[in-house]
């Protein structure tokens, strides 16, 4: 998708000098082949352009760099691991990128508290890693986590597959240091769980996608590590079934049911036919699956996941499952999910959407939106999989074999209709984690309350008022 509206003026070369005076030579970017990884993404869906990439090491830097930019109105894209799915990491029209990933220290780590400060350039993955290492569990979990970071994580306020039990990341934040668009420094890191000491600042910056200033570090809650993790890999005829099966384990597991994750056989097929060394768990095919897992602070996961499965069978919702029987085979499970964005790509044009309805109303969202999409475009395939528990629903769908990609992606908007039509009339959002970047921008204002908006344009214009903060994004 090219955004690009016009052409682009080059940077004032003394200004070129005094950014680049701020990061040192060799993390200013000005080469049109190494700026290039910065201007597009993973699924070659977005593609921007930019004379500048400021890679800064300290908030220091970030600040020097906005305030450099704030005297001569120069437009910034804050940037972390560029997995965001919606175009918000993406210069489209020009601007400076100011990549964040030299902030990647953890500061502080608390045992005692359960908390963790890292900066936010942090790799989500490093992250766990680091929590782990002191046994306790970071449990913000996607299948970016190899690349993306935690300044990006908390700027779309990312859900992920641990979202049922844990929250999203915005429940994970304590405190954030923030550089705002001049170029001060907003100092809200905080371990504290209880602080009623005016407004609630720092959430402000969570899920702002970096329209309201650049997350420089972050205070994190950790939580015990599970003693024990047991996956399943379930067969099923439809997400009604689905549905129970969630109720029952539910019922039976509270809240040791961390994950519940919803797949159609299309998605399924996706990720064996184009992943790499991905196996179907299960012997015999289904409709739907689910692939649910469970983790203890005891020994009783186990037992717990039989039970449900068993009543699950007993209930004629189950047709087949498989629980995994060590951490490979939990890994090849995951891995079959975790691939499920990527192997869409080799299946032509891709329309996406990332909806969220209230839990009951998945299974019909998914009839009457399937139904929908089909009569809109005869052959088109829907995709639908994601964090049922959750009520949120990747609903992705693929060109019809053979088509023209192009002729099919023209017709983004159309399927949008059809599908927010739905979404709307059953109490849902058009973005449940993924965020509006510059995507879902233009439906925004129809969707959300106008009183919402108003308020939302007057922070901005607060924060931003000369609007170089990744402008063009969410507003
Ligand atoms: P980027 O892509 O670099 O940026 C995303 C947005 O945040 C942009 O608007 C950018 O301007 C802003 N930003 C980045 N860093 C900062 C900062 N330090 N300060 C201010 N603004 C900043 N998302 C989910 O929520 N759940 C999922 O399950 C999930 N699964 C995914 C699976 C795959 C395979 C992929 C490719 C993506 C997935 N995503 C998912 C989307 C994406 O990984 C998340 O949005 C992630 O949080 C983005 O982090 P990032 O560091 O890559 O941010």
């Known amino acids: 998708m090219n955004i690009v509206q016009s052409a682009v003026p080059p940077l004032p070369p003394e200004l070129l000098e005094k950014f680049r005076a701020i990061v040192g030579a060799k993390y200013a970017v000005t080469d049109a082949a190494d700026i290039q990884p910065y201007v597009t993404e993973e699924r070659d869906l977005f593609h921007g352009r930019s004379p500048l990439v400021l890679r800064p090491g300290s908030t220091t ?9 704030s005297e001569h109105r120069i437009a910034l894209v804050p940037q972390g691991g560029n997995t965001g799915l919606v175009g918000g990491q993406t210069p489209h029209n020009g601007e400076v990128v100011v990549s964040l990933r030299r902030l990647d220290k953890i500061r502080d780590i608390d045992v005692e508290s359960n908390t963790m400060t890292c900066e936010a350039g942090v790799v989500l993955q490093i992250a766990q890693q680091k929590a782990a290492d002191v046994d306790r569990l970071f449990p913000l979990s996607l299948g970016a986590e190899g690349s993306c970071t935690i300044g990006g994580n908390l700027s779309t306020n990312a859900g992920g597959t641990g979202a049922l039990a844990y929250g999203v990341a915005r429940e994970m934040a304590l405190g954030l240091e923030v550089v705002l668009a ?15 000491t005016g407004y609630n600042l720092h959430n402000l910056f969570i899920g702002a996608e970096g329209t309201l200033g650049i997350i420089t570090a972050a ?26 099966l969630l109720s029952i384990s539910r019922n039976q597991a509270a809240g040791s049911l961390t994950s519940f994750e919803l797949l159609a056989d299309v998605a399924v097929d996706f990720s064996i036919r184009h992943g790499i060394d991905i196996r179907d768990p299960l012997e015999s095919k289904h409709p739907w699956y689910v692939l649910m897992e469970l983790s203890s602070s005891r020994d009783d996961a186990r037992d717990t996941l039989e039970a449900i499965l068993a009543q699950g069978m007993e209930d004629g919702i189950v047709d087949d499952a498989v ?28 329309i996406k959407h990332d909806i969220s309805v209230p839990v009951a109303a998945v299974p019909a969202f998914i009839a009457e939106a399937n139904a929908a999409v089909v009569k809109l475009i005869p052959g088109a395939r829907p995709v639908p999989f994601g964090h049922l528990g ?22 983004w908007h159309d399927v949008n209709a059809v599908v927010f039509d739905i979404v709307l009339r059953m109490g849902g959002s058009i973005s449940a984690e993924h965020g509006i970047g510059v995507l879902k921008r233009d439906e925004l204002p129809e969707v959300k309350d106008k009183v919402a908006i108003e308020l939302m344009r007057q922070v901005k214009a607060m924060l931003d008022p000369l609007g170089i903060m990744n402008p063009g994004k969410v507003l």
């Open 390 to 411: 959750d009520g949120n629903i990747h609903y992705n769908v693929s060109q019809p074999v053979g088509a023209n990609a192009a002729d099919f992606l023209a017709r």
């Open 182 to 196: 001049d170029g001060r420094v907003l100092n809200a890191l905080s371990k504290l769980k209880k602080d009623n």
């Open 61 to 69: 830097e970030v600040a020097a760099i906005c305030k450099l930019a």
């Open 219 to 244: 205070t994190l809650k950790l939580f015990p590590r599970p003693r024990a993790v047991e996956t399943a890999y379930v067969g099923l005829k439809s997400p009604a079934a689905a549905l129970r």
């Open 323 to 350: 629980i995994a029987a060590n951490l490979s085979q939990r890994q090849a499970f995951w891995k079959l999910r975790d691939e499920m964005s990527a192997a869409q790509k080799p299946e032509g044009g891709s």
